[in-house]
């Protein structure tokens, strides 16, 4: 980018590099949770589909609010290459598991920026990453209580499991 581009930035410009890093990895985590909700339609399995379709709505809405966050603070926001999404899974609950291990490095990858924000004075981008810090702690939680689901249901059948996932 051009040095009279990035004078007039409010965000620190490494800041800007890392929030673009983010945009795309909050693409890749949503192309992957389409690929989960895909696997799910294809065996019937209504409640994780819905929370697979949705969860996969809600990383792109977590992209744009970066890309829009970006380009309204005279930054250039990148529209990301999105490859290498995994449509193979061996369970409903290796799937949950993917994810809550996806959800874990989104949060890293947060706190990451948050440092970096908070080591530039990058003052707009620390306070505009408090959202997603709490969304993170939600959606790793909410993975969790589904696995904890899987626990407790062990050796009933996938449909009964099904049903428990919360849709909303
Ligand atoms: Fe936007 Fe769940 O990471």
């Known amino acids: 980018m051009n040095t009279i581009v990035r004078k007039q930035m409010s965000i620190h410009p490494d800041v800007m590099d890392l ?3 983010q945009i795309a990895m ?5 192309a992957s949770y389409l690929a989960m909700a895909s696997w799910c339609d294809q065996r019937e399995l209504l409640n ?5 379709y949705k969860q996969a709505e809600e990383e792109r809405e977590h992209a744009m609010k970066i890309f829009e966050f970006i380009n309204d603070n005279g930054g250039a926001a990148i529209s990301p290459n999105v490859n290498g999404v995994n449509n193979d899974f061996e369970s409903l609950l290796s799937i949950f598991e993917l994810g809550l291990e996806q959800e874990i490095s989104v949060t890293q990858s947060i706190y990451k920026i948050f440092k970096a924000a908070r080591k530039n004075d990058d003052f707009i981008t620390e306070v505009f990453l408090q959202w997603f810090i709490n969304e993170q702690s939600e959606e790793e939680d909410a993975f969790r209580s589904i696995i904890d689901i899987f626990n407790l249901m062990e050796g009933m059948p996938l449909k009964m499991i099904d049903e428990r996932i919360p849709t909303e």
């Open 48 to 52: 994780s589909k819905a929370f697979f």
């Open 19 to 21: 929030l673009n890093n």
């Open 26 to 30: 909050e693409m890749k985590a949503s």
